[in-house]
């Protein structure tokens, strides 16, 4: 007979993530073992594969629910208009809300992920890619002469994201008031610079 799934399950499992992001940012997924991880949650190395069969299937479920989070908080902005500056101003202000309070899982994600087998890392860069597009698409609708040259798009495109990790790895302690105004700096260096161009 199996085992009945505890009403705490989905409590569990999420606690799970939490401590291993936390310590595969600080040793490294490589580094951290299992009997670390079950010691950091507070509970048995058995128990641990109870929620989870591998290291592997925690790492990329920590990746999957980040990525996957993201994706689809972008994605329900509700935007007041179709002016695609504002829209813009509004993801990227999204993002680094988002980074808020995750920098256990980014850091996972920005130093492990290729380590997940090709099939898993290609569900994981799919949410990536619905995020890059969410920005491309904007600054394409906000200079449309310049979308037709695409290595430039995506350069700058890519520079908006490179300006967000900047700040998640400098100012990781940043609240609210200051991710808002660096998301403005970001959108205002970027339009300026592109209208430049």
Known sequence: ???????????????????????????????ASMGALAEACGISKANIYHY???????LFDILDTHLRGLRDRI????????????????????ILMAYQGADAEHEVQLKSLFLLPEARQ?????????????????????????AADRARMRAVTMSVFAMLNWYYQWNTGAGSQARRDYAGLVVDLTLNGLRGL
């Open 1 to 31: 007979m199996a085992r009945p799934i505890a009403d705490d399950h989905d409590d569990k499992r999420a606690a799970i993530l939490i401590a291993a992001a936390r310590l595969f940012a600080d040793q490294g997924y490589g580094s």
């Open 52 to 58: 989870y069969a591998s290291k592997e299937a925690i």
């Open 75 to 94: 994605a329900a902005i509700d935007h007041a208009g179709d002016d695609p500056e504002e829209q813009l101003r509004a993801i990227v202000r999204e």
């Open 122 to 146: 290609d569900t994981l860069r799919g949410y990536q890619r619905d995020i890059v597009a969410q920005v491309r698409d904007r600054l394409e609708r906000i200079a449309p002469d310049q």
